[in-house]
C-alpha cells in the first residue's frame, strides 16, 4: 500500500478551488480540503505552498511514432503530406526508432501536464506500450490499420490487430483503430469495429478531416461520412472519432444521438489548412463527448495540451461569432475529464474516488490575479508552470525533472534515430 500526501495547496473542484490539503491512498484520490494531518500517514509528502493542484490532461488523439518527424514535410497539403511524405517514411521506421520516438513525445507530454493519451500507430505500436509503460503514463494504444478499399488485405491485417488485444498493463490498455472511411472498405470498417466490441475495447478512426474526405464518401456511398458510420454500426458510446472538422446538422444530431466520443485538433487542422472547424459547440449540445487533442507533432509541431484548449476556446468564439459561446469551464472539462470519460475512466477531475491523476502549477505572474480561474487555466497558463506531474498516485515530475526515466539519454536516442532516418 502507498500513500502520497499534498499538503497547503490550492485544489482545484469542479465546482471551484479550495485552499487545503489532499491525500492519495493507492492509485486514488480519498480526501480533499482542510482535514487534519494527524494520522494521515504518507509515503511521500508534497509542499504545495504556492502551487495550483488540477486533473491532469487527456490528450485524445496522439501518433507518438512521429515524435521525430518534427519539421517533417512542412508546407504540404494532407493528401500529400500523408502519402509523399508521413507514410513512405513511417513505413521505414525501426522499432528501435519508434521507441525512442515514443519516449520524446512522453517526455514532451508529461512535462506539459498530459496524465493520458489516446494513440494511434500506422505500423507497430508495441515500442509505444513498452515506452509509456516506462514513463508511467496512462493511456489507450492501437494500430490504425487501412486496405486502400482492398479487401484482400483484410485477413492479415485483422490478425495483426487481433495479436495486439492481448497487449496491456493496469496503465495502458490497447484500442482498436481503423485509419478513417477513405482509406478503408466498408467490410475492413465492419470487422474491426466487430472485433473491438467482441473485445471490449475502445475503436478510434479518423473523421471528416478534409472537404475531400466529405465528398469522396458522399459519392462512393451516397451517404456524409458520419451518415455513412451509423448505416454500418460505427455511431455508439464506444468510438472515438478524431477531427470531425467538415459536420452536417444531421450528422451533429446523429453523434449526439449515439453517445460518440469527438476529438477536436484544432491546432493541427489549422495548420494543415483542412478548412474546416469542428463545432464543438453544437457537438455538445447535442450529447456527444466532447475532448481534445493535439494530434502528432509531425502536423502540430507541439503536443502542448494548454495551446489545444486555448485554440479550441477561440475558434468556437471565432466561429460562432459569439464571444460567451464557450465558457472557459466547459473547455477546460474537455481537456481533462471529457477525455477520460471516452476510454470509460474515472479520472480527469479531483474528488474522492477519481483516478489520481494530477498536475501541480507554479502561481507564477500569468496565473495571477485570480478573476476567474478557469480562464486563467485556459488562456494564460503554460507549461513553464507546471512543477510536478503525478499519475496513479505515483509521482512522475519533481520541480521540473523525471523520476522514472533519463530525459537528457532520451532526447539523444531521438536526436540519433531522426539522424538515422532522415538523414
Not at 39 to 46: E, P, T
Not at 72 to 80: A, V, W
Not at 87 to 106: D, G, I, M, S, Y
Not at 130 to 141: E, L, T, Y
Request: proline share 3%.
Amino acid at each position: 500500500m502507498s500513500s502520497l500526501l499534498i499538503k497547503d495547496t490550492t485544489v482545484l473542484l469542479p465546482t471551484g478551488s479550495v485552499s487545503g490539503h489532499l491525500y492519495v491512498d493507492e492509485d486514488k484520490i480519498s480526501d480533499i480540503g482542510s482535514f487534519s494531518l494527524s494520522g494521515k500517514k504518507s509515503d511521500l509528502v508534497i509542499d504545495g505552498s504556492g502551487k495550483l493542484l488540477m486533473p491532469g490532461f487527456a490528450n485524445m488523439h496522439t501518433h507518438v511514432s512521429l515524435q521525430i518527424f518534427r519539421g517533417y514535410g512542412e508546407g504540404l497539403p494532407l493528401e500529400r503530406w500523408l502519402k509523399e511524405k508521413i507514410w513512405p517514411a513511417e513505413e521505414k521506421q525501426t522499432p528501435a526508432q519508434v521507441r525512442a520516438a515514443a519516449n520524446l513525445a512522453f517526455c514532451e507530454m508529461i512535462k506539459s501536464g498530459t496524465t493520458c493519451f489516446a494513440d494511434m500507430c500506422i505500423f507497430d505500436p508495441l515500442p509505444v506500450f513498452d515506452s509509456a509503460s516506462k514513463f508511467g503514463i496512462r493511456g489507450s494504444v492501437s494500430r490504425g490499420i487501412l486496405n486502400s478499399n482492398d479487401d484482400s488485405k483484410n485477413s492479415d491485417l485483422l490478425d495483426a490487430v487481433q495479436n495486439l488485444c492481448e497487449y496491456g498493463t493496469d496503465l495502458v490498455s490497447p484500442s482498436i483503430s481503423a485509419h478513417a472511411p477513405y482509406t478503408c472498405s466498408k467490410e475492413l470498417l465492419i470487422q474491426t469495429k466487430k472485433l473491438a466490441k467482441k473485445k471490449g475495447l475502445k475503436y478510434q478512426i479518423h473523421v471528416s478531416e478534409t472537404r475531400k474526405e466529405v465528398f469522396e464518401i458522399l459519392d462512393r456511398t451516397g451517404k456524409y461520412p458520419i451518415e455513412y458510420l451509423d448505416s454500418i454500426g460505427l455511431l455508439d458510446s464506444d468510438s472515438i472519432f478524431a477531427h470531425c472538422g467538415w459536420l452536417t446538422k444531421r450528422e451533429i444530431s446523429l453523434l449526439g444521438k449515439n453517445k460518440v466520443n469527438i476529438v477536436s485538433c484544432p491546432v493541427s487542422n489549422l495548420k494543415l489548412a483542412t478548412g474546416g472547424i469542428c463545432q464543438l459547440h453544437e457537438l455538445d449540445a447535442a450529447g456527444a463527448n466532447v475532448s481534445l487533442g493535439t494530434d502528432s507533432v509531425a502536423s502540430n509541431n507541439s503536443l502542448n495540451m494548454f495551446e489545444t484548449l486555448k485554440f479550441a476556446a477561440l475558434l468556437q468564439k471565432h466561429h460562432y461569432w459569439k464571444a460567451d459561446v464557450l465558457s472557459a469551464k466547459r473547455a477546460f472539462e474537455f481537456a481533462t475529464v471529457n477525455g477520460y470519460h471516452a476510454l470509460g475512466l474515472n479520472g480527469g477531475i479531483i474528488k474522492k474516488g477519481a483516478l489520481a491523476d494530477m498536475v501541480l502549477l507554479d502561481k507564477s505572474a500569468n496565473l495571477r490575479p485570480v478573476n476567474d480561474i478557469y480562464s486563467n487555466l485556459v488562456y494564460s497558463a503554460s507549461p513553464a508552470n507546471i512543477s510536478h506531474v503525478i499519475i496513479g498516485g505515483k509521482l512522475i515530475l519533481k520541480d521540473g525533472k523525471f523520476t522514472t526515466v533519463d530525459e537528457e539519454q532520451i532526447f539523444r536516442e531521438a536526436d540519433n534515430a531522426a539522424a538515422d532516418l532522415f538523414g
